[in-house]
Each structure stands twice: as structure tokens, then as C-alpha cells.
């Protein structure tokens, strides 16, 4: 089975200071891992995705995010945080093993404030 | 380039009713994917289909629910008899394929039903 952690249900940063949003996963096999934005009442985002290579991934907007399988965790990172940056972000992880399926598995998301 | 279309966008219904929800996958899209949002959560896993076939219905509830795609048109999730409980935001998401770099899934803005 697969699981996703955000242990932080809301993370407030000033505009301009760095932003962190962590992310534990848990899965048998080796992991694909994504990070996903939504906006009050739209549908997801794609922000950026771990699938091999790098440990650290470049994404959308400028956010960024790390795989550390030591510790099972893919952080997502902005160093400067902006207003518009305030929404809810979802971590997800769907496991490479093709008896595991394609469906992805989130977290309950993390709220991010970013005041001004 | 469209991206995933959903409609309708939001619907309402009452108890006893039939709701149905339709997705339009990305262009060159042929897999396609269902989740639950229910207010303040993540998402949850539902049905993930290709053309004409259910791949794996692992998350759709046993009874009042069914999901097809059809070799043409939009895919269709059908909740039969809705209750108040299947209140939630319904998203889709669609992929290029299931590996490596075409694995990313792409998601609509989402049909908001509400059971009176």
C-alpha cells in the first residue's frame, strides 16, 4: 500500500522569505512523486514531479523539490515567497511497481499564507 | 492545446436523483483517471480507465456508481440514487501513458455536486 504525509495542515511565511512545505510518502516499491497546486475552487496544478535522476527538481514558478529516500521525504521549496503563492498544495506518490496501478495517492494538503 | 475539460461544472441534485459528470481528456490523452474530493481533504482515488476498458475501479464505491469511456466521446461517471454523502467535488485527470516521463497526470477544474 502507499501512503502520503503532510504533517503541517497550514504553513504561514512572510512575502519574500523562504517556503517550505514537507512531504513523507511510503510505498513498496520505488516512487514517482508529485506536487500539485489548486486555487480556491479550481482543479489541480502541476507543479513539478520526482521520477529518477536528480534529487532535486526544478519546477513550475519557480518552486523546487527534493527526494531524499533516506528519509522518504520530497520537500517542496521557493526560496522567496510571493502573495500569489497562498493556496492549498498536495503532495502525491504512485509506485513504479505495474502491479501497484497508476492511481496516485495525496495527501490531505498543506495551506499556504504568505502575507505581505 | 486544451487541457482536461470537465462538465458540468457545478451540479445539483436531489436525493434519489442520477448525476452525471463528464471528462473530456487532453488532446493525445487515452488514460484516463477519477478522484473525490470531499470539503477539506485530499483527494481520493476512484476508477482509472482507457478506451472501452476499467482499469482498476479499486477506490469506486460498491453499489450506485459507474464509470465508462467509451471509444468515442467523453468519459462518464455516473452516481445512481445520489445521497447527501456524495457531496464532493468530482475531478478527472488524463495522461499521455502510464511510464516514466508520460506519466504525469493532468487534471480538470473539477464538477462541484451537491445533494439537496
Known amino acids: 500500500a502507499q501512503s502520503v504525509a503532510q504533517p503541517e495542515d497550514q504553513v504561514n511565511v512572510a512575502e519574500g522569505n523562504p517556503l517550505t512545505v514537507k512531504c513523507t510518502y511510503s510505498v513498496s516499491g520505488n516512487p514517482y512523486l508529485f506536487w500539485y497546486v489548486q486555487y480556491p475552487n479550481r482543479g489541480l496544478q502541476f507543479l513539478l514531479k520526482?521520477?529518477?535522476?536528480?534529487?532535486l527538481v526544478k519546477g513550475s514558478y519557480g518552486f523546487e523539490a527534493e527526494f531524499n529516500k533516506s528519509q522518504t521525504s520530497f520537500h517542496l521549496k521557493k526560496p522567496s515567497a510571493l502573495v500569489s503563492d497562498s493556496a492549498l498544495y498536495f503532495c502525491a506518490v504512485r509506485d513504479m511497481e505495474r502491479a501497484a496501478g497508476n492511481k496516485l495517492t495525496f495527501g490531505g494538503g498543506t495551506r499556504v499564507l504568505v502575507k505581505p | 492545446n486544451a487541457g482536461v475539460m470537465q462538465n458540468p461544472r457545478h451540479l445539483v441534485r436531489r436525493r434519489g436523483q442520477e448525476a452525471r459528470l463528464r471528462c473530456s481528456p487532453m488532446?493525445?490523452?487515452?488514460?484516463v483517471y477519477w478522484y473525490r474530493q470531499l470539503p477539506e481533504e485530499g483527494l481520493k482515488f476512484m476508477v482509472y480507465l482507457q478506451k472501452e476498458n476499467i482499469i482498476d475501479e479499486s477506490g469506486m464505491p460498491k453499489e450506485r456508481f459507474s464509470a465508462e469511456f467509451p471509444k468515442e466521446g467523453p468519459s462518464i461517471l455516473r452516481i445512481q440514487q445520489v445521497v447527501r454523502g456524495d457531496s464532493a467535488a468530482y475531478f478527472c485527470a488524463s495522461s499521455q501513458g502510464t511510464g516514466g516521463l508520460g506519466n504525469t497526470q493532468y487534471f480538470g477544474p473539477g464538477t462541484r455536486l451537491t445533494v439537496l
Open positions: 488532446k493525445g490523452h487515452s488514460h
Open positions: 520526482y521520477i529518477t535522476g536528480d534529487n
